[in-house]
């Protein structure tokens, strides 16, 4: 069964019989909304950019993105980018896959962001959501809708941290404006 987050909501990483999750999928899912053209509806294409910064006492330590699909301790890996999006019911059009288990001790907090690499504004931007995926069930845990457009270009969506022996996944929530992950550092800091 999964969980509909609002914004600051925080959900246990831990199974029903006790055990930990070992594999998550933090899937991003987005259509273009339509706006009037000259002959009708028209949409145009929207590259939204998903993230995860890997943090260890606050510090960025580690990303993958596009650009870098994997980290350096192979236990995130981007499916690829998607240049388009259009899922839009309920399908990832990105993916970042964490293998909890091979997470480095030292890394206690991963951050998922999302932003417009093309600049557009989440106002042009229907049916955004990210939402966290048992991997070795592929049942959905939790999905976080991202409500109601606006004026900003990117959003910091959630993170998991480690608590006690086990992880936990929080809704973030958090616009920003920034076309790349870098930019959105100064936003996910407050939410560590």
């Known amino acids: 069964m999964s969980v509909n ?12 019989d006790g055990g930990n999750l070992t594999a998550v999928r933090m899937g991003l899912g987005w259509r273009s909304a339509p706006r009037r053209g000259l ?23 580690d990303v993958v993105f596009f650009q870098h699909l994997v980290s350096d301790d192979g236990a995130v890996r981007h499916t690829g980018d998607n240049l388009v999006g259009g899922a839009g019911q309920g399908g990832d059009d990105e993916a970042i896959l964490v293998d909890l288990a091979r997470v480095p001790v030292h890394i206690d907090q991963i951050v ?26 592929g049942q959905e845990l939790a999905r976080y809708t991202l409500t109601g457009g606006g004026n900003y270009t990117a959003q910091v969506m959630s993170k998991v941290h480690r608590v006690g022996g086990g992880w936990q996944m929080t809704a973030i929530g958090e616009p920003s404006v920034g ?10 800091l407050p939410h560590l």
């Open 179 to 188: 076309r790349t992950f870098q930019d959105l550092v100064p936003a996910i």
């Open 112 to 137: 998922f962001t999302v932003n417009s690499f093309t600049g557009q504004t989440f106002a042009e931007v229907q049916d955004a959501f990210c939402r966290l995926v048992d991997e070795t069930t």
């Open 39 to 61: 002959f009708g509806r028209r949409t145009s294409e929207i590259d939204l950019d998903a993230s995860a910064v890997l943090f260890a006492d606050k510090k960025p330590i």
């Open 5 to 16: 987050l609002s914004k600051g909501q925080g959900i246990s990483l831990q199974k029903s």
